[in-house]
């Protein structure tokens, strides 16, 4: 039988989306006909609950790490030792004329009293105790001669302020004894930090520095290729097996590719590599000037053409915003893939009120994790005290200690258990997913700017399960369901009462830029002599748009904005502001345009305030230096009965300011049959695609789809 090996140098444990990821491609791969062989990092222990062969071999994950600590028990002994030495030196007579003179710990000095030992037995003391610590330094760990001339350096700074307070007649007396206590245990622990686990470190261990990034990669980079060489030997992979990496990086490939050019190196096996990190930052526009930073990427992808690891390997992103970004490198033809974490809506589970807002994931800055505190604030009152929502808050920390603003948000979320439940702990694959099926909308917080072109395995679960979720405009996220958001939008139309409607033929736009009449346009007017074109082109750049000012119908509540984007426009913005018959304006509100909708329409529906007398709308392009075209502008003002309620989305919610957070999620808690009702219904169709089973399909009709290439003499690498 053939065999699907995932490989997973990232799996340590059952928690985490590296783990699920895999979980749902190997059931799909065993219904597909394959034997599923799982092979992870050597830390992987839970060998006995996974159903497949799992082979632990790699020895590092996806990201650069620090080689292990080599410090054995006795080391560890060595630091607790000097740890107790530091502490009872600090609480010493000595010690506490340290703390006098330096003025830690809230010490001050007092007269001596009598019957106390005189100056001179506070010296001897002093002094012994140090030549006691000095003598044991230098015979336990002869490398600390040097650490030792630091300490007569360090005690001699100090000396004359120290004999300052003894030789007076004075004695160091702590009047704060709780302070002083917490500041020597913290002065004690740096110290004993710092002399026997540096020095080990430094001679032996050897912990990077900045300095030290690509020797570290570099020694990665050998043990990939030896770990892969090892899986080889283990699995030996024959003609019509699948070799998948779903978590890989350049550094490991370029690893591989070395691997391939050795001699002895076989394969009939077909290897596939998903890449799903971005390699641009930002938008399309802002490519280009990133050209020079990818030369070590572009030589990577080189090497690998130039290698007999071509000749048997293909390559995917989960995107197809990865996929143009990658396939820009013009080396290699790259496939998007779905992605494969599927739950269906009958899965959901059940659960009486209030309404469980879930946010999921590590507690990251870039995941909006610093947002969830002011957001509860905002519902506090009128939503979680009147137990219409609560919170549900994964928090465990990405790195040690936690990034500053996550640790701080942690911090205050912990002072609200009442509103949200915590969970510190990284999830096991069950708790995630009872944690995910049980909420009744998903907090997707995301920097738009960084998953401009990547994933979400969170969205997708959620969106196929029928969850609602609210997440940012401008990226990935959004334009996933922004066909069906933008439907909704425009079913107002209907819903409302229409007072005034402005097409691009009565719209007067003042600016720098006017209604551009396109070559096209002139050739639909001479192929259709009787039929006026449908639209004009007007062009926008982002620094100063055009704009037109319109008056604002009597009893109007919204302004329904849509255009369509073209001439391979993405995305672009549109300024609302807001003017009262005085003539003083609002604080304008720019909204994001986003063209991956059907016919690159896109759509804004937004609230107008009773005192507002007219409305500024004006056009930008989304990124400096970048013009935007925009066709069929239509604008419409719209009443709505106060009494009733229009929600202001469908299947999720796409905010366009961090402000706009709280309203959303109360219009989604007030309206939560709407939306969700409408996220069942796109799940349906967005599970046909997003599933594993369609993740193994397009795995093999790729190998058909090249394999055809190569015999009509299509070149594989897209150079």
């Not at 007396?173 to 245990?185: D, E, G, M, R």
Request: proline share 5%; hydrophobic share 45%; aromatic share 10%.
């Amino acid at each position: 039988m053939k065999q699907f090996i995932l490989v997973d140098h990232s799996i340590r444990d059952l928690a985490g989306h590296h783990y699920e990821y895999a979980v749902h491609v190997l059931e799909a791969a065993g219904r597909a006909g394959y034997t599923p062989i799982l092979v992870t990092n050597r830390k992987f222990q839970e060998q006995l609950s996974v159903p497949w062969k799992v082979l632990p071999l790699y020895e590092f994950g996806f990201w650069t790490e620090a080689r292990p600590s080599r410090a054995t028990a006795w080391t560890k002994w060595l630091q607790r030792r000097w740890f107790l030495l530091r502490f009872h030196c600090r609480y010493s007579n000595l010690g506490l004329a340290w703390l006098a003179a330096t003025e830690w710990g809230g010490a001050v000095v007092v007269p001596d009293l009598p019957g106390r030992p005189a100056v001179a037995t506070n010296l001897l003391i002093a002094v012994s105790r140090v030549a006691m610590l000095l003598v044991l330094a230098i015979l336990i760990i002869p490398v600390l001669l040097l650490v030792l001339l630091w300490t007569i350096y360090a005690v001699l700074r100090f000396l004359i302020r120290v004999l300052s307070v003894l030789l007076a007649g004075k004695k160091p007396v702590i009047t704060h004894p709780i302070a002083a206590y917490i500041s020597a245990l913290r002065q004690a622990k740096k110290g004993w930090k710092k002399l026997p686990r540096g020095v080990w470190n430094t001679y032996f261990a050897r912990t990077p520095g900045a300095g030290r990034l690509l020797e570290i990669e570099a020694r990665q980079a050998k043990q990939f290729a030896k770990d892969s060489a090892r899986l080889l030997q283990t699995v030996a992979p024959e003609a019509g097996d699948i070799l998948f990496f779903p978590t890989i990086s350049p550094r490991d490939l370029d690893s591989l590719a070395g691997l391939s050019n050795a001699a002895g190196f076989a394969s009939k096996a077909s290897w596939h590599f998903l890449f799903r990190r971005n390699i641009y930052v930002g938008r399309k526009s802002g490519y280009a000037g990133q050209e020079p930073a990818l030369e070590g990427l572009r030589a990577v992808f080189d090497r690998v053409q130039n290698s007999r690891l071509a000749d048997f390997s293909y390559f995917y992103t989960d995107t197809n915003e990865l996929t143009s970004q990658y396939e820009r490198l013009g080396l290699f033809r790259f496939h998007t893939l779905p992605i494969p974490h599927t739950h269906s809506a009958s899965d959901c589970i059940l659960h009486a009120r209030p309404l469980r807002l879930t946010y999921l994931g590590d507690a990251r800055t870039e995941k909006g994790f610093a947002l969830l505190p002011r957001l509860i604030g905002s519902l506090e009152n009128d939503y979680l005290a009147t137990g219409k929502a609560h919170f549900a808050v994964q928090c465990n920390y990405n790195i040690p200690g936690g990034e500053p603003k996550a640790r701080l948000a942690r911090t205050q979320l912990e002072l609200v258990p009442e509103f949200a439940s915590l969970y510190r702990n990284p999830l096991t694959s069950e708790e995630y997913r009872r944690l995910l099926l049980s909420s009744d909308l998903l907090l997707l917080l995301y920097d738009p700017d960084n998953y401009y072109a990547r994933s979400s395995g969170i969205l997708v679960e959620s969106l196929a399960a029928g969850i609602p979720v609210i997440v940012p405009s401008g990226c990935w996220l959004a334009r996933q369901f922004q066909h069906s958001y933008n439907e909704h939008l425009l079913s107002a139309r209907k819903e409302m009462t229409v007072l005034a409607a402005y097409g691009w033929q009565s719209l007067s736009w003042l600016g720098p830029s006017r209604y551009r009449e396109e070559a096209w346009l002139r050739a639909q007017r001479e192929e259709y002599r009787t039929k006026p074109p449908q639209a004009a082109i007007l062009s926008a750049e982002h620094a100063d748009g055009p704009h037109t000012l319109l008056q604002l119908p009597h009893g109007a509540t919204h302004l329904l904005f849509s255009a369509a984007l073209t001439r391979g426009c993405e995305s672009g913005l549109v300024e609302i502001t807001e003017i009262d018959w005085r003539e003083v304006a609002g604080t304008p509100r720019t909204m994001w345009l986003d063209g991956a909708a059907e016919q690159g329409q896109a759509v804004i529906l937004t609230g107008l305030d009773a005192n507002t007398y007219q409305v500024k709308v004006t056009l930008r392009s989304s990124t400096a230096g970048e013009e935007t075209w925009f066709a069929d502008v239509q604008i419409d003002f719209l009443r709505f009965p106060a009494e009733r309620s229009f929600p202001k989305g469908a299947v999720g919610l796409i905010y366009h300011s961090e402000n706009e957070i709280p309203d959303l999620v109360q219009d989604l808690i007030d309206n939560y049959p709407h939306y969700r009702s409408t996220a069942i219904e796109f799940s349906k169709h967005w599970r046909a695609y997003h599933n594993a089973d369609c993740l193994i399909r397009e795995i093999e009709s790729t190998l058909v789809i090249i394999q055809q290439d190569v015999v009509q003499g299509v070149a594989h690498p897209v150079s």
